[in-house]
Structure formats: structure tokens, C-alpha cells
């Protein structure tokens, strides 16, 4: 379960900060399903927001024993 964490924790970071990233520099987002996730209008709260929900998934994967 640790490990399926952090490989969704892993995930929703680089989500995150690839589409904070496109959102400010106006690339395009890297992870393309992150914009289902994001309601329109509200991107840069939205993109944060996964980011820290992936930084609180991933950090019970790295504490182990």
C-alpha cells in the first residue's frame, strides 16, 4: 500500500508542478489528465493544490519501518 502511495504521490506532484509550470511560463502541461482534475478558471490554486496532495501521499512511503 506504501508503495502504490508513493508512485500516486509521485505522480500528482509532477502533475502539479508541470502544470504550474505551463500555467505561468505558458507551455503545455506535461501530464495531460491533470486538466480533468483542475476546474476551468481555477488553475494555479487547482495545480497547488495537487502538488501538496502529492507531497502528502509520498511522505508515509518514505518513512519506512
Given at each position: 500500500m506504501k508503495?502504490?502511495?508513493?508512485?500516486l504521490g509521485f505522480i500528482l506532484?509532477?502533475?502539479g508542478a508541470s502544470g504550474l509550470l505551463a500555467d505561468h511560463?505558458?507551455?503545455f502541461c506535461l501530464f495531460?489528465?491533470?486538466r480533468l482534475l483542475v476546474p476551468s478558471g481555477h488553475e494555479t490554486a487547482g495545480y497547488a493544490a495537487l502538488l501538496v496532495l502529492?507531497?502528502?501521499l509520498a511522505i508515509p512511503s518514505a518513512r519506512r519501518g
Amino acid at each position: 500500500m506504501k508503495t502504490l502511495l508513493g508512485y500516486l504521490g509521485f505522480i500528482l506532484i509532477l502533475g502539479g508542478a508541470s502544470g504550474l509550470l505551463a500555467d505561468h511560463l505558458g507551455g503545455f502541461c506535461l501530464f495531460g489528465f491533470v486538466r480533468l482534475l483542475v476546474p476551468s478558471g481555477h488553475e494555479t490554486a487547482g495545480y497547488a493544490a495537487l502538488l501538496v496532495l502529492g507531497v502528502v501521499l509520498a511522505i508515509p512511503s518514505a518513512r519506512r519501518g
